[in-house]
């Protein structure tokens, strides 16, 4: 599924040494921001195209780890002080695409799958991930993901109830001038964040329908395909 964060650019496939080149830009960037006194990034993960030796890279694709309340990001979510460190940081300037995740929830969803940590604030940059991407062993990665589909599916409608809220608070405060105020900037505007704010809780609410059916039959029959309490 194609995420609804943003669309993306038809750049076209680069050499795995050239995104690996770029993750390694990342985690430096994110190694300087640790000294800026405002709250910033505690971890960086990389899944997706990168994480597979066979598929072309077009883009790498991010997680972002913040210590911040769930609320305050919620999926799809751009928060307007932490689209400003990105900027800081030259992330627009790459090819690269990513998600902010708040450190109280996984960082996998159902988008963010077998997720690998290249940085964090207290280790810094995990050479042994850059080492293995360059070799190819991706194998000898410690990929982050849920462990059963009850796990994913409770996590999937927690994120859910979190974007509700998020979504209506974003369409009661669309015409008021405060809320406007502080979600005008950069290029930015309001209708921007009513759309990020609709496009999260669309985009979680089909992945907790999608998921309920995969796990139906898994629920409804026991062994040997009895129903469950025949």
Do not use: C
């Not at 300037?93 to 929830?105: C, D, E, M, Y």
């Not at 207290?122 to 589909?149: I, M, N, R, W």
């Amino acid at each position: 599924m194609t995420s609804l964060r943003t669309l993306p650019r038809d750049d076209g496939a680069m050499k795995r040494s050239t995104a690996i080149s770029r993750l390694s830009d990342v985690a430096d960037g994110l190694e300087r921001s640790k000294i800026w006194p405002e709250p910033g990034v505690i971890a960086g993960y990389v899944f997706g195209a990168l994480l597979d030796p066979a598929a072309d890279v077009e883009r790498v694709q991010l997680a972002l780890v913040v210590d911040e309340p769930a609320e305050d990001v919620p999926w799809i979510s751009r928060p307007r002080h932490l689209e400003a460190l990105a900027s800081l940081l030259r992330f627009d300037k790459l090819p690269i695409s990513w998600w902010w995740r708040p450190s109280a929830w996984p960082v996998w969803n159902h988008e963010i799958t077998r997720a690998v940590s290249f940085w964090s604030a207290t280790a810094g940059s995990d050479q042994g991930v850059f080492d293995a991407l360059s070799a190819g062993h991706v194998d000898k990665l410690e990929f982050v993901e849920p462990t059963h589909a009850e796990q994913f599916i409770e996590e999937l409608e927690v994120e859910r109830e979190v974007s509700r809220r998020h979504l209506t608070d974003a369409v009661a405060g669309f015409y008021d001038r405060d809320w406007r105020r502080e979600r005008t900037g950069d290029g930015v505007y309001p209708a921007d964040h009513l759309w990020w704010a609709t496009a999260g809780y669309l985009d979680l609410d089909n992945a907790v329908t999608d998921a309920g059916r995969s796990i139906v039959p898994q629920r409804a029959f026991g062994r040997g395909g009895r129903p469950v309490g025949a």
